[in-house]
């Protein structure tokens, strides 16, 4: 089992952005028991909930922060995830990570512990 980002990198303030979360080691049906989440680190700092998905993609929750510029999906054919950034903001600038946990629950209260599986981060830096 293995999660792991891309699609970060140098992007220019008020871009969009679209980061890609893929789970290799399983199977389709595998990949459909789990919620994918997103999460982000900034130096020095805990892990700050972004937004999850849940199993079919048919729903998702996201942090109180950023909502409005956010995008969760997932592609269960490809056993992939994606968040969508839009209007880039220099505050964006960090790693973020992908995590698949096991659990659903309503609101906006889950941490890093409600996940099993992590990825290794992509770097993420916005220019202004």
């Known amino acids: 089992v293995q999660l792991v980002e891309s699609g970060g990198g140098l992007v220019q303030a008020g871009g969009s952005l679209r980061l890609t979360c893929s789970f290799s080691?399983?199977?389709?049906?595998?990949?459909?028991?789990?919620?994918m989440g997103w999460f982000r680190q900034a130096p020095g700092k805990g892990r700050e909930f972004v937004g999850v998905?849940?199993?079919?993609?048919?729903?998702?929750l996201y942090g109180n922060s950023e909502k409005g510029r956010l995008s969760i999906s997932r592609d269960n054919e490809l056993n992939t995830a994606y968040l969508q950034i839009s209007i880039l903001k220099s505050k964006d600038t960090t790693v973020y990570y992908c995590a698949a946990g096991r659990i659903w629950k309503s609101g906006s209260t889950w941490s890093s512990g409600d996940f099993d599986s992590w990825g290794q981060g992509t770097q993420v830096t916005v220019s202004s």
């Open positions: 080691g399983v199977s389709e049906d595998t990949f459909t028991r789990y919620t």
């Open positions: 998905v849940d199993w079919n993609g048919g729903r998702a």
